[in-house]
């Protein structure tokens, strides 16, 4: 993206933020809500993976899909006892999917990715993720995924994946948790999804 030599760091990035909002995918965006409220209808429960700021955006989301959305959600990274003894005694790379399999992942759930490339079998980058994916597509879970670059392993499974927009090189993880974030809010407040008023708005 050309930016003028005059422009400040802080014009940049919200001139950025301006343009991935530009060219989100609103079609993806509404493919993904809807398969959602299937989802939710079928008594399915939603289970969030990430790592990093994708494991902080899990817990935020886990919180916003039960109270608002009445889904069903939990994500392994919110257990830190549970999570540490895994790393420990089972390696990184089966964490989460080894986590699922405790947790009876099934047919009519779904796993939920934050993530910025999306895990990268061949390059063993986030293999967590990509382990998870594989399990839960050989069990028929559905797959719901917000990443950023092309979107990696994740947008190559998934049942409705959104892929925010690279608009600069530079700048592609801030972007992706921050859109994350926007996306899932975009999502449990839609009013096709939401169960259940939020506080600030239901105050008169």
Known sequence: ???TGDMSYVKEYLKEVYLVVNSLDVNAIEKM???LIELRKGGGRLFFIGVGGGAG???HAVNDFRKIAGFEAYAPT???AELTAR????GWNTVFVNWLKESRLGSKDGVFVFSVGGGNEEKNISANIVESLKYAKSIGSKIFGIVGRDGGYTAQVADA???VPTVNSETVTPHTEAFQAVIWHLIVSHPDMKVSEM???SIK
Do not use: P, R
């Open 87 to 90: 790393i420990n005694d089972e």
């Open 1 to 3: 993206m050309e930016v």
């Open 199 to 201: 506080k600030w708005e």
């Open 78 to 80: 919110d257990n830190v």
């Open 57 to 59: 955006n899990a817990a």
């Open 161 to 163: 994946c959104v892929i």
């Open 33 to 35: 809500i809807n398969m």
